[in-house]
């Protein structure tokens, strides 16, 4: 069993639909949960960053972190074209700086 | 923007030659990593520096080596470059251990 698993998609909506995305994983010790926005030949930029358990919301985005299901989400409210990127999420020990990654989910926003 | 520029952007090389990809940082990072990102892999940490002249292996580190000279320098390495190096390596920073990494825009090696 990989450590992290993200279905890789591709996942189209259509422009103002909610986008959905989640990670599950495996590693129980697991605590710092990040998701990254990658545009095509871009680094991947922090979206999300948020410790232990329950929600986080910035403007249109929400992340959720469920320990117990060892599951984490993240919501895209109002979804825009702009948001069409690779979808990263990433978590790691507390204590340790090493990054766990899944390997993306690429998301279309169609007009 | 965390400040970071990583030079060159693209490099093509042969199988055999040495590289050394550049990270460059202005806003005095302690932590810095290189990782590099394949298609079916996702990223992987292949060293990283936890202060000048201090650094430590990551899970692909085999044919990397690193160096730390300065703050705001972090150099990778492959001293023989093979076909299986070829890829996307990017370099990120981070303030402390847990704190958010941020990364740079990535270079391009593609080892023929």
């Known amino acids: 069993q990989k450590e992290v698993e993200q279905d890789p998609g591709p996942l189209s909506v259509p422009e103002g639909a909610i986008v959905s995305l989640n990670c599950t994983y495996s590693?129980?010790?697991?605590?710092?949960f990040m998701w990254y926005r990658q545009y095509s030949r871009k680094g991947p930029e922090l979206l999300m960053y948020?410790?232990?358990?329950g929600n986080k919301e910035d403007g249109r985005f929400t992340a959720q972190v469920d320990k117990s299901s060892k599951y984490i989400s993240l919501f895209i409210r109002d979804s825009q074209p702009s948001d069409s990127a690779t979808y990263l999420c990433?978590?790691?020990?507390?204590?340790?700086?090493?990054?766990?990654f899944g390997k993306g989910n690429q998301v279309v926003v169609i007009p | 923007d965390a400040g970071i520029t990583q030079s060159p952007r693209h490099k093509v090389t042969e199988t055999g030659t040495p590289v050394t990809l550049r990270c460059h940082q202005t806003?005095?990072?302690?932590?810095m990593y290189w990782y590099r990102q394949d298609p079916g892999h996702g990223l992987r940490l292949i060293h990283y520096?936890?202060?000048?002249?201090?650094?430590d292996k990551g899970e692909v580190s085999d044919g990397y080596s690193v160096s730390r000279s300065k703050t705001e320098d972090f150099l990778l390495t492959l001293e023989s470059a093979t076909s299986s190096q070829t890829s996307v390596y990017f370099c990120?920073?981070?303030?402390?251990?847990?704190?958010?990494?941020?990364f740079g825009d990535g270079t391009r090696l593609s080892i023929l």
């Open positions: 590693n129980s010790a697991f605590q710092y």
């Open positions: 948020t410790y232990s358990s």
């Open positions: 990433a978590m790691s020990e507390r204590g340790n700086n090493r990054l766990a």
């Open positions: 806003e005095n990072h302690r932590y």
């Open positions: 520096s936890y202060g000048v002249k201090d650094t």
């Open positions: 990120a920073v981070s303030g402390g251990i847990n704190q958010p990494q941020h």
